[in-house]
């Protein structure tokens, strides 16, 4: 029994000893509970409470849905999108151990995360038939909606992921996860955050930067749509690449990259200063003035 639900009984005992009668709404404070419970939520939010509102009706929608949904949403600072450079992400990928099969398999998966900006979701479910490694080398990849999509791979994170599947003897049309743990299970979320952690504790010896840098495996997406932005990729294009379903969610990265501010303020023409002859020193005005 988790401390939500003892709370609640406790809640319901003592409403009950002073006489009230809970009938409906014991009935959806503890179907609140149970979401809650799915949720692993040990704090009520109103994030929370909000999407337990939005629910339909025939699960935990109450009567209060529309009182909750006119909640605004709590206003909070916004922090600053840590992405990866070139010569930090070559650092990472220079702290793996190729000489065992741990190392070439980190080395594989944050090349492939670094490239293709896949969401950690899609990484760790990707599958040997969704790999495609002939002539048009590509991954194949379902995101958020449903949404089915191709992600081109370059020639060296191809060849890094051929020669990877060829050691792990991957069929072609096998369903079988690319990327497993040491027990030779599909890895999880906590696991690439391992493993990114260790490598980027290693890089920081070399790449000072990445000191100053709150990174988590979310960011090798950042990396890949700042990179693509700033060799000239458009955002609608870089937009289909990520799987976004609204472009408002790839302009944010049009602001992140400093170096892009300062050409973009480079290609601004300066104000040229001019020397303004005080009014009372111009004798075009003055005549002008004395003939009125």
């Known amino acids: 029994m988790t401390d939500l639900r003892s709370a609640l009984e406790r809640y319901l005992s003592m409403r009950k000893g002073l006489g009230y009668k809970y009938q409906h709404q014991t009935r959806r404070l503890a179907n609140f509970v149970s979401f ?45 999108v ?3 450079t070139r010569p930090e992400i070559e650092a990472i990928l220079a702290a793996s151990d190729r000489t065992t099969w741990l190392g070439r398999r980190d080395h594989t998966l944050l090349l492939l995360a670094a490239q293709t900006g896949l969401r950690l979701s899609e990484l760790i479910s ?22 089915e999509r191709f ?5 060296q994170t191809a060849k890094t ?40 504790t290693r890089a920081r010896s070399r790449v000072a930067s990445l000191a100053k840098k709150r990174l988590h495996p979310h960011s090798m997406r950042h990396s ?24 408002n969610t790839t302009n944010r990265y049009a602001t992140i990259d400093l170096e892009m501010k300062r050409k973009a303020i480079a290609q601004v023409k300066t104000i040229p200063r001019s020397s303004c002859t005080p009014w009372k020193k111009d004798r075009t005005i003055l005549k002008w003035l004395e003939s009125l």
């Open 36 to 80: 809650m419970e799915k949720r692993k939520a040990t704090t009520i939010t109103t994030k929370l409470a909000m999407e337990w509102a939005t629910l339909p009706p025939d699960r935990y929608a109450t009567w209060a849905s529309q009182r909750v949904l006119a909640i605004p949403s709590k206003r909070h600072d916004k922090r600053q």
């Open 82 to 84: 840590h992405f990866l």
């Open 126 to 147: 990707l599958d040997r038939d969704a790999v495609h490694l002939g002539a048009g080398a590509h991954v194949r990849c379902v995101g958020k909606g449903r949404k």
């Open 151 to 155: 992600c081109p791979l370059w020639p």
């Open 161 to 200: 992921l051929r020669s990877f599947c060829k050691e792990r003897n991957l069929d072609l049309r096998s369903d079988a996860k690319v990327f497993l743990n040491h027990r030779g299970e599909g890895l999880t979320r906590f696991g690439v955050r391992y493993i990114l952690a260790k490598y980027l």
């Open 224 to 247: 890949a749509a700042v990179a693509m932005l700033k060799s000239g990729v458009d955002l609608s294009s870089i937009s289909q690449w990520l799987g976004h379903a609204s472009l």
